[in-house]
């Protein structure tokens, strides 16, 4: 399986939409101090304005710049994904390359809690537990993370199952081979295109999971997050308001989760040789 | 005998799943700083709580013993199919949740059903134009509707086709006090259905279309497909009796994979539209901080959950030899 994830997704034009998608947004929180005129948390003396040029997007209930939340919620959106694919796919890929190259009972003990923990749908766990503690950012991506990794670990162990069976491997074992050697120099290549696949779909959950708890109104109430800010748009349907509150931030949440869809689907594609047109079919599809 | 031992091994899954889940349950409340029993039973109780039933509760749920005969007296409350009283209803957790759940089911297995269909349909119809403009339409289109999450898909539904155009009705499942009967009122039913279950039904399709779409791509290119195109079949045979049919199995194993998404999704979609199912009362639940509420709630979703997946599960592998030796 000799994949170039790069050259998958630069050859796909949904990917790469994907990507110019993700860069705006990760450059409008990078910028979000410069972009805007208030701090997302001060009070502008006016409550529901209308979008005018000190606030582009006018103002909330509470008077606050929603054009500035937007963006600083942003950063608490980017914040998560990348903390939790980070964390997430670093667990997946210890627990389910360890499981299988060294096996016996090491292994079925971490696969049984794999697949209990499988089981369950973690945003179930997640609500339960935040509605009790209202977590901060930092617990909420660790929260994510632990509730993320064994269906990675899942795939990553079948893999490397699947890899340590090559002749190549069995070559090196003779020469004298250790685990760790095997996995760094032989099996973690051959992982990097599958693991970038499960990076950007553990990025896509957790932006999810925290939207959702912020919609469910379970979240920290300090963090400022795109979820939270439609639930409380949510309550004022009823009003004008929504064309600049409750539209923008929920189009800027779906673009950010289309967008690493888009990314997802076109390295999941670019594994799935049977779903990558052939040489004759390419040809004709360039036509 | 051999055959037994993938089954055992997934119940035995399902058992630990629901133990963690429980000792969540359990755990959680009383780990909490300040008063376990108002931990319990939230800030709604407190309100109504007399001296008399706080020490009836406290001998309940034994708080003034040590932790094991407190998890003891959880247990056997959970074998009675007691779940607690929620204060915010003024009923037993077990009966607000029974009136909630036929909501659900009926948003849930509506959109299931017509996406399953939908999507069926045009993943062949996909792959038997694959790569025209048809397809790639589909594909685009259907990906990126996917990738949308279903809460926001709900509100755009909601804004549009509620708020703005005046079509549908804006929250609810029927109109109050109207005293509507007979095709009236299924008329009511539909008009209030058919906003939440398009909001389901659009993020849903993507998955089944593509599922449809692949198979059926690695289906066309067999050779018993040739045959009956030899042998003269129309293409509308070829397309739905040949290749249609046997790309149902992995839809009908992934859609039921996916069930469980669906239902938290439902969730959010009854939140947005006040449909008066499950998912409005963990939002009553969660704003009011009733937890026995939430707690019940959360723990017949997982009841659900585990079943219908360990249900998936055992199908799959009777389906699908090679998983019955996986394990």
Same mark, same amino acid.
């Given at each position: 399986?000799?994949?170039?994830?790069?050259?998958?997704?630069?050859?796909?034009?949904?990917?790469?939409?994907?990507?110019?998608?993700?860069?705006?947004?990760?450059?409008?929180?990078?910028?979000?101090?410069?972009?805007?005129?208030?701090?997302?948390?001060?009070?502008?003396?006016?409550?529901?304005?209308?979008?005018?040029?000190?606030?582009?997007?006018?103002?909330?209930?509470?008077?606050?710049?929603?054009?500035?939340?937007?963006?600083?919620?942003?950063?608490?959106?980017?914040?998560?994904?990348?903390?939790?694919?980070?964390?997430?796919?670093?667990?997946?890929?210890?627990?389910?390359?360890?499981?299988?190259?060294?096996?016996?009972?090491?292994?079925?003990?971490?696969?049984?809690?794999?697949?209990?923990?499988?089981?369950?749908?973690?945003?179930?766990?997640?609500?339960?537990?935040?509605?009790?503690?209202?977590?901060?950012?930092?617990?909420?991506?660790?929260?994510?993370?632990?509730?993320?990794?064994?269906?990675?670990?899942?795939?990553?162990?079948?893999?490397?199952?699947?890899?340590?069976?090559?002749?190549?491997?069995?070559?090196?074992?003779?020469?004298?081979?250790?685990?760790?050697?095997?996995?760094?120099?032989?099996?973690?290549?051959?992982?990097?295109?599958?693991?970038?696949?499960?990076?950007?779909?553990?990025?896509?959950?957790?932006?999810?999971?925290?939207?959702?708890?912020?919609?469910?109104?379970?979240?920290?109430?300090?963090?400022?997050?795109?979820?939270?800010?439609?639930?409380?748009?949510?309550?004022?349907?009823?009003?004008?308001?929504?064309?600049?509150?409750?539209?923008?931030?929920?189009?800027?949440?779906?673009?950010?989760?289309?967008?690493?869809?888009?990314?997802?689907?076109?390295?999941?594609?670019?594994?799935?040789?049977?779903?990558?047109?052939?040489?004759?079919?390419?040809?004709?599809?360039?036509? | 005998?051999?055959?037994?031992?993938?089954?055992?091994?997934?119940?035995?899954?399902?058992?630990?799943?629901?133990?963690?889940?429980?000792?969540?349950?359990?755990?959680?409340?009383?780990?909490?700083?300040?008063?376990?029993?108002?931990?319990?039973?939230?800030?709604?109780?407190?309100?109504?709580?007399?001296?008399?039933?706080?020490?009836?509760?406290?001998?309940?749920?034994?708080?003034?013993?040590?932790?094991?005969?407190?998890?003891?007296?959880?247990?056997?409350?959970?074998?009675?199919?007691?779940?607690?009283?929620?204060?915010?209803?003024?009923?037993?957790?077990?009966?607000?949740?029974?009136?909630?759940?036929?909501?659900?089911?009926?948003?849930?297995?509506?959109?299931? *059903?017509? &996406?399953?269909?939908?999507?069926?349909?045009?993943?062949?119809? =996909?792959? +038997?134009? %694959?790569?025209? #403009? @048809?397809?790639?339409?589909?594909?685009?289109?259907?990906?990126?509707?996917?990738?949308?999450?279903?809460?926001?898909?709900?509100?755009?539904?909601?804004?549009?086709?509620?708020?703005?155009?005046?079509?549908?009705?804006?929250?609810?499942?029927?109109?109050?006090?109207?005293?509507?009967?007979?095709?009236?009122?299924?008329?009511?039913?539909?008009?209030?259905?058919?906003?939440?279950?398009?909001?389901?039904?659009?993020?849903?399709?993507?998955?089944?279309?593509?599922?449809?779409?692949?198979?059926?791509?690695?289906?066309?290119?067999?050779?018993?497909?040739?045959? *009956?195109? &030899?042998?003269?079949?129309?293409?509308?045979?070829?397309?739905? =009796?040949? +290749?249609? %049919?046997?790309? #149902? @199995?992995?839809?009908?194993?992934?859609?039921?994979?996916?069930?469980?998404?669906?239902?938290?999704?439902?969730?959010?979609?009854?939140?947005?539209?006040?449909?008066?199912?499950?998912?409005?009362?963990?939002?009553?639940?969660?704003?009011?901080?009733?937890?026995?509420?939430?707690?019940?709630?959360?723990?017949?979703?997982?009841?659900?959950?585990?079943?219908?997946?360990?249900?998936?599960?055992?199908?799959?592998?009777?389906?699908?030899?090679?998983?019955?030796?996986?394990?």
């Amino acid at each position: 399986m000799h994949i170039d994830p790069f050259r998958a997704v630069a050859s796909d034009r949904l990917a790469l939409a994907g990507l110019f998608i993700l860069a705006t947004i990760v450059l409008m929180a990078v910028l979000a101090p410069v972009l805007t005129f208030f701090s997302p948390d001060c009070y502008t003396g006016h409550i529901f304005s209308r979008p005018s040029l000190m606030n582009p997007l006018g103002t909330d209930s509470l008077g606050q710049d929603i054009w500035s939340r937007l963006l600083y919620g942003a950063r608490t959106t980017l914040i998560v994904a990348a903390g939790v694919a980070v964390i997430s796919i670093t667990l997946s890929v210890l627990v389910g390359a360890s499981a299988a190259l060294i096996g016996g009972i090491y292994e079925s003990i971490w696969m049984r809690i794999v697949d209990a923990m499988y089981s369950v749908p973690p945003i179930i766990v997640m609500i339960l537990v935040a509605a009790y503690i209202r977590p901060n950012l930092l617990i909420t991506i660790l929260m994510i993370s632990l509730l993320s990794w064994p269906e990675g670990a899942r795939i990553i162990r079948s893999q490397v199952l699947s890899l340590k069976e090559r002749e190549h491997i069995y070559a090196s074992q003779t020469f004298g081979a250790g685990c760790m050697h095997i996995f760094k120099s032989h099996i973690a290549p051959e992982l990097s295109p599958l693991i970038m696949a499960m990076t950007v779909q553990d990025a896509r959950r957790a932006v999810f999971m925290e939207a959702g708890m912020g919609f469910l109104g379970v979240s920290d109430p300090m963090t400022i997050s795109w979820g939270k800010i439609i639930h409380q748009a949510l309550d004022f349907t009823y009003l004008d308001v929504w064309k600049w509150w409750l539209l923008p931030t929920g189009l800027a949440l779906s673009l950010t989760l289309v967008a690493l869809c888009f990314i997802g689907f076109s390295l999941e594609a670019a594994m799935d040789p049977r779903l990558v047109p052939g040489p004759l079919e390419r040809s004709q599809e360039q036509c | 005998m051999k055959n037994d031992l993938p089954g055992r091994g997934l119940i035995l899954n399902y058992v630990a799943a629901l133990a963690a889940i429980f000792s969540l349950n359990f755990a959680l409340p009383r780990l909490m700083p300040g008063d376990p029993l108002h931990a319990i039973y939230g800030d709604e109780a407190l309100v109504s709580m007399t001296a008399e039933m706080e020490a009836h509760l406290i001998k309940q749920f034994a708080l003034d013993r040590t932790w094991t005969d407190q998890l003891a007296a959880y247990l056997m409350g959970l074998l009675h199919g007691d779940l607690g009283f929620s204060y915010y209803y003024k009923d037993q957790v077990s009966a607000v949740i029974m009136g909630a759940l036929p909501w659900t089911l009926l948003l849930t297995l509506l959109a299931l *059903a017509i &996406a399953t269909v939908i999507g069926v349909i045009m993943g062949i119809e =996909a792959a +038997s134009r %694959r790569g025209r #403009l @048809l397809d790639r339409g589909l594909t685009a289109s259907l990906m990126f509707l996917s990738g949308f999450p279903m809460f926001f898909m709900g509100i755009l539904l909601l804004l549009i086709f509620g708020v703005s155009l005046g079509w549908a009705p804006l929250f609810g499942a029927i109109t109050p006090y109207s005293g509507l009967e007979g095709l009236d009122y299924l008329k009511d039913l539909c008009s209030h259905l058919a906003l939440p279950v398009a909001a389901l039904v659009l993020v849903l399709v993507g998955d089944t279309f593509l599922i449809t779409r692949s198979t059926a791509i690695s289906i066309l290119a067999e050779s018993f497909i040739m045959t *009956a195109r &030899a042998i003269g079949c129309s293409e509308f045979k070829v397309k739905y =009796a040949h +290749s249609g %049919r046997n790309s #149902l @199995l992995p839809v009908v194993t992934e859609t039921g994979m996916r069930i469980p998404h669906l239902l938290i999704q439902t969730l959010f979609i009854e939140i947005v539209f006040s449909y008066p199912g499950v998912g409005s009362l963990l939002n009553t639940a969660l704003n009011s901080r009733d937890y026995p509420l939430l707690q019940g709630i959360l723990l017949l979703l997982t009841v659900l959950v585990l079943t219908v997946n360990l249900f998936v599960d055992l199908l799959y592998s009777k389906l699908d030899p090679r998983v019955r030796y996986a394990h």
